[in-house]
């Protein structure tokens, strides 16, 4: 039983910083990509940043140089910290690994972002 779970959201002001957290267990995490997506009723997920299990990192042109995607294996959790943020930003933050078995589509429940004055 893979099971994703993410906090760490919250309601923040425009310029603000937000940290989120997403504990995974049921897999050997060490040897995973994680990814962070978010979506916006009504919009597909959009992928915001992944980082390999060698610790490269990559990230949607929207995201670069504000957020910041790492990893603890000892603690199976991978992080996003989100700088400057923008109204924009606000969606609902998953984490997602890779590869799946193709049986396993399942997703954690998400974690509000909320970007509002």
């Known amino acids: 039983q893979v099971q994703l779970v993410e906090s760490g959201g919250g309601l923040v002001q425009p310029g603000g910083s937000l940290g989120l957290s997403c504990t995974v267990s049921g897999i050997v995490f060490s040897i995973h990509y994680m990814e962070w997506y978010r979506q916006t009723p009504g919009k597909q997920r959009e992928l915001v940043a992944t980082i390999t299990s060698a610790g490269t990192t990559n990230y949607a042109d929207s995201v670069k140089g504000r957020f910041t995607i790492s990893r603890d294996n000892a603690e199976n959790t991978v992080h996003l910290q989100m700088n400057s943020l923008k109204p924009e930003d606000t969606a609902v933050y998953y984490c997602?690994?890779?590869?799946?078995?193709?049986?396993?589509?399942?997703w954690g429940q998400g974690t509000q972002v909320t970007i509002s004055a």
């Open positions: 997602n690994y890779r590869p799946r078995s193709p049986r396993d589509d399942s």
